[in-house]
Structures are given as structure tokens and as C-alpha cells.
């Protein structure tokens, strides 16, 4: 779940990549995208990230979450099997590394409002130092 504002949150259908395979694979090759689903990616420990759209057949947009779970980076509308890198990481962010990123349809971060300093609430997170901690 991502908290939009006070006590409103928004839910994903997702699958989590979180195995070298796995993250390697991500949404490749898939022909679509409901809104509502997407696709985390959980890193073992946070980390400075980049993305690519190699063999991605669908716009995406790219949500990347620092180790507290809070949004620190949207990508909007990746282009498909674009192999330009996209940085988890804003030019200038003292606190590059990310621990998370979610992947959605392209377009639906603008529709859903989602931007940075919103919060996730994950079971992966730590309980102790997540900004929403699970309960």
C-alpha cells in the first residue's frame, strides 16, 4: 500500500522480484499492464539502482522507494525497449540509494497522484526504521 494523504492509501496487485533472476527478468516481454498491478522490485540492501526498458514491450512508470519505504524518485512513462538508463535517483540527491522500486503502467503514477515523500507500507521493509510500518 502507498499512503496518498492522511489516512488515504492506494493497494497494487503486485508480483515481487526480489532474486538476481527475477529482477533481471521483470516485466519483460509482457504485452500489458492492468492498472491496479504492477511489479516490485525488493533489493537485498539499499543501493544506487538504474533501469532499462531492453525487451519491454509496454510504457512503465518507475517508483523508487529508499530504505524507509518513501518515495524518493518517480520515472514517468519509461519508453518501451528504450535502453537508455533510468537513474534511481534524481540528479543532485544526497541519498541516492534505493531499496525498492515499483513498476507500474506507464501513465497511472500521474493519474493516481502518487509523488515523492509518500509513504509504502511493505512487509519487506524493517518495522523498526519503515515510515509506515506494516502492522
Excluded at 521483470?26 to 532499462?52: D, H, I
Excluded at 510504457?59 to 537513474?87: C, K, M, Q, S, W
Aim: net charge negative.
Amino acid at each position: 500500500m502507498i499512503r496518498t494523504a492522511g489516512d488515504k492509501a492506494l493497494s497494487f496487485q503486485i508480483e515481487v522480484a526480489d532474486t538476481p533472476e527475477s529482477r533481471a527478468q521483470g516485466l519483460m516481454f509482457r504485452r500489458n499492464l492492468p492498472a491496479g498491478q504492477g511489479m516490485l522490485f525488493v533489493y537485498p540492501e539499499p543501493q544506487p539502482v538504474s533501469f532499462w526498458m531492453r525487451n519491454t514491450l509496454i510504457p512503465l512508470d518507475l517508483i523508487f522507494f529508499d530504505e524507509t519505504g518513501v518515495i524518493r524518485h518517480i520515472h514517468r512513462n519509461a519508453r518501451p525497449l528504450d535502453e537508455t538508463p533510468i537513474p534511481g535517483a534524481a540528479v543532485g540527491d544526497p541519498q541516492p540509494d534505493r531499496l525498492m522500486v515499483l513498476e507500474i503502467a506507464g501513465g497511472e503514477a500521474a493519474r493516481l497522484g502518487l509523488a515523492a515523500g509518500q509513504q509504502l507500507a511493505h512487509p519487506a521493509l524493517d518495522r523498526t526504521t519503515a515510515a509506515w510500518p506494516c502492522r
